[in-house]
């Protein structure tokens, strides 16, 4: 054993600290690249979020074209053009090749993107499976250039080669890729699909995907205008943490913790601070914020909690909409019954409001196929983005598994013809992993879904338990007509009256007690 | 629409870059720190497996100390003690109040760490939930100090306040730290859970915890030595990628691909680089390995693949040992049966070795308690350490939920009470997320997985056949127990022998004829 000990010197004596593209290299299973099928989804992903937001933020309608070409085993480019406003050459290279950069991340704002990870992921696998960078092409209306981009792993920075100028009249972004250790395939986890749901909820969006067999799929754009823009705001001081409000207060150009709260925070007013002061004991309310004590900023945290505020304002959310999710549902899924819901905003850890939309569909081709058998499925999305993976650690998948659906008629929601669609809009979602493809399981944000699922839930119950009673009549209706014939034989005898008169009598009293019912089963065959 | 309208310009002049810090702080739930219970189960855990990694390295049998303390409503404050090495005062800071920082990242070795992620991230948890840093003590045999720590959030380094040299007595390593929103719950994702399973699979560790009702949990060691210590070793040519080879040629200290590949990878000889020489042509085998160029190393990397090589080294692998997985579920779940395997390590993306160990116990306690009823259940394990979080995504899950039940006489897997024990041991575990909670959906090890569960799952279905065929002797039996009373007094009006002599008779042949069966039921009730 002597041999076999070691000292503490020993041992961190290969201390080492390593940069955060070495970290994502080494992981880049955490950033969604787990399978070759799933990696390419993730590659367009990353770029399709970003030029959505970047139109968007611009001002524009969204024309997005997807190309995706085998070029060998395993091995495929992606081409993704969009007609945004392109990127600026000076910061092109932190863009798309580096990580922990962006415009997105300090903002209280609903983007798509909000980490500053996903395109340098992207160069990041193109590199450890190709040893190749990305192609760049960009104009924005001041300049049109194109460049080769890699990344300096060790240091985490760009390395932009081949820039070149281009003739101005070039607008947008194109940014091509080869990458290895990836696959096309036509599944529920694929690039298809992934395009196919990302139209779905973003109806004001031209989307083209090529697919490497040379089939175009088109999905154009049912709305002719942009979403309403999502306002840049405040946090709401319902949820916020004690460490939130010190940085603000750290941060704020404000001379008095009074004016600090209003200038800082969503919904806070002279008069409801006035209101807070009353309520928090032993705070100078008019000393420096940059004074504020940890324990100050904890007695104002639980000060916020005990005053009535007003709901946090709907404009900084952009939701999908009530009636496009009933139009988008009804299109690919065509079912016999269909309920959307779009519940108020809420806010969650952080002051951070968020909305819930679900639509619920039955019938038709509602559910998925599993097997012989359908089973019910679940469309998941995270501020108009279709999450495809990591379905079981996902706040929706728990709040969706987590309804008793006896209550609403669905014996088995695994053997059901339903499909549930869930949006959940928000500044700031709580992703479970780096990858961006579960919603983490926050309490405040399962309970509001299974709200929200439940609203759909009833009007489902009402629809289904009406059908229920419909077929019981339906088939009452079908036995008395199988017997109308021999009764009418039976009667003859009996009443000397003609068989033939006797049905036809029995059949149009029958027919008038059941003609709602009648027609219905005709419209229905 | 004209003042909607942005320009590249605009958009991107908010342009900022942040450290990982900043970015772990704000998306703490990717370290696990989402929801109040898995909070704390999370900071237990990253300090536990910290603990066994340096005593197990140090050549120190583990003791840990286990200390949870309710201080108000989700705030609680965490003590852990182990008796290992300690750490140096001048690496503290960044072992302990950093990221990406630590001696684990670029080791080809099995430790439950690996990332240098885990104890810094506690420290920024206390931090936005208290605003304290965390204490540390800590006796190399050195030195032995008490001290503070903290984090400069924006550059990521560590803080240490009040350092203080105490008595050299000291051995070993104390952190403590106060924690808000978290919470202490004896479920299946708490505290004790987590220990208790920590001890199932290193027999080797005493470890205690107290609760917060001061209920003392002790786990001893029922093993008195340390498992073998897993060997440093280099990666094997199967698999390992084009650029992982690249990387390896940059950093080599060898003057001809040759040698490079001999002292670079496991399992390569002279002869087998002769032998890969023969097979890749057009690569220049003599020169510099810093002149390979992608399309060599993508050559020689196909090369690998065409040689047949000798599986890795086991010793660079610690599993818990099949018999100590037997003793463990025999301890715990005391079933009617169990069936355990540990397959032959194989190899999956960069020349990694991993071994799956499988136990399944059967009755008894096994399973889950699901309301009424009892429901299949899996213990998770990477490298000895409990996964409780993220099922869903998680290769075990997938695996053993992939398996054909019914061929194993498992009607429904959700149905019976049966508990599947996996522990995936690597160099390097391919974990989903930060948080290190669930292994990555990666094909090759979900397929060995599902190996090493059928091979169990065959013995199991040998032992429930036997039993079911059992049961319908033993009712046959005990059927025409319950006739020979009848039958012995109809016996005599027949034959006018003396029914108790008859029915002893019958009953010893019957005996005689069922005697296994019959000791069989007694030993059972």
Same mark, same amino acid.
């Given at each position: ?439 983490? !399981?926050?309490?405040?944000?399962? /309970? =509001? &879904?299974?709200?929200?699922?439940? @609203?759909?839930?009833? +009007?489902?119950? *009402?629809? %289904? ?20 014939? !021999?009764?009418?034989?039976?009667? /003859? =005898? &009996?009443?000397?009256?003609?068989? @033939?008169?006797?049905? +036809?009598?029995? *059949?149009? %009293? ?16």
């Amino acid at each position: 054993m002597k041999d076999e000990t070691k000292s503490a010197d020993e041992i961190f004596k290969e201390f080492k600290e390593h940069s955060i593209t070495e970290f994502f290299r080494r992981n880049s299973q955490m950033l969604g690249y787990a399978g070759k099928v799933r990696s390419l989804t993730t590659i367009v992903h990353e770029y399709v979020t970003n030029s959505l937001d970047a139109a968007e933020e611009a001002g524009i309608l969204p024309e997005i074209e997807v190309k995706v070409k085998e070029l060998g085993e395993n091995r495929y480019s992606v081409y993704v053009k969009d007609n945004g406003p392109g990127i600026p050459s000076k910061v092109v290279g932190k863009a798309l090749a580096s990580v922990l950069t962006g415009t997105k991340f300090h903002r209280y704002m609903q983007q798509r993107g909000q980490q500053g990870i996903g395109a340098g992921g992207c160069t990041i696998f193109a590199l450890i499976t190709t040893g190749k960078g990305i192609h760049v092409k960009s104009g924005t209306g001041k300049e049109a250039y194109e460049c080769d981009l890699s990344i300096d792993i060790k240091g985490n920075k760009p390395l932009i080669n081949n820039l070149t100028t281009i003739a101005n009249t070039f607008r947008g972004l194109v940014v091509e890729g080869e990458f290895g250790d990836v696959k096309y395939e036509k599944s529920e986890h694929g690039v298809y699909e992934y395009v196919r749901r990302t139209a779905l909820t973003n109806p004001h969006t031209t989307i083209k995907l090529v697919e490497p067999d040379g089939n175009e799929a088109v999905f154009p754009r049912s709305a002719q205008t942009l979403p309403k823009k999502p306002k840049e705001i405040n946090p709401h001081p319902l949820g916020i943490s004690t460490s939130d409000l010190l940085d603000f207060a750290r941060a704020s150009q404000s001379r008095k913790v009074t004016s600090f709260l209003v200038e800082s925070f969503a919904r806070v007013s002279q008069d409801k601070v006035k209101e807070l002061a009353s309520l928090v004991k032993d705070v100078d309310f008019e000393k420096d914020p940059k004074e504020l004590t940890w324990s100050d900023s904890e007695k104002i945290v639980n000060g916020f909690k005990q005053v009535k505020w007003i709901a946090p304002d709907l404009d900084s959310l952009s939701t999908v909409g009530e009636k496009q999710i009933e139009v988008a549902m009804q299109n690919i899924l065509d079912p016999k019954f269909i309920s959307v819901v779009e519940r108020k905003p809420k806010v969650f850890k952080g002051g951070i409001p968020f909305v819930v939309e679900v639509g619920i569909a039955y019938g038709g081709k509602a559910g998925r196929a599993n097997g012989e058998t359908v089973a019910g499925s679940i469309l998941r999305f995270a501020n108009k983005v279709p999450l495809l993976f990591d379905t079981g650690s996902c706040a929706i998948t728990e709040a969706v598994n987590g309804i008793e659906w006896r209550r609403y008629s669905i014996a088995r929601f695994e053997e059901e013809p339903v499909s549930v669609l869930v949006n959940v809009s928000s500044v700031y979602i709580p992703y479970s992993g780096v990858g961006k493809q579960a919603i983490a !399981q926050e309490d405040e944000i399962i /309970e =509001e &879904i299974k709200l929200a699922v439940m @609203e759909t839930g009833r +009007k489902l119950q *009402r629809y %289904l338990s009406g059908e229920r009673q419909r077929n019981v009549q339906e088939s009452g209706y079908k036995t008395i007509m199988r017997y109308v014939s !021999q009764l009418s034989a039976d009667l /003859e =005898e &009996i009443t000397g009256k003609k068989k @033939e008169e006797t049905e +036809k009598e029995l *059949r149009s %009293l029958i027919e008038r007690k059941y003609k709602n019912l009648f027609n219905e089963a005709q419209n229905e065959s």
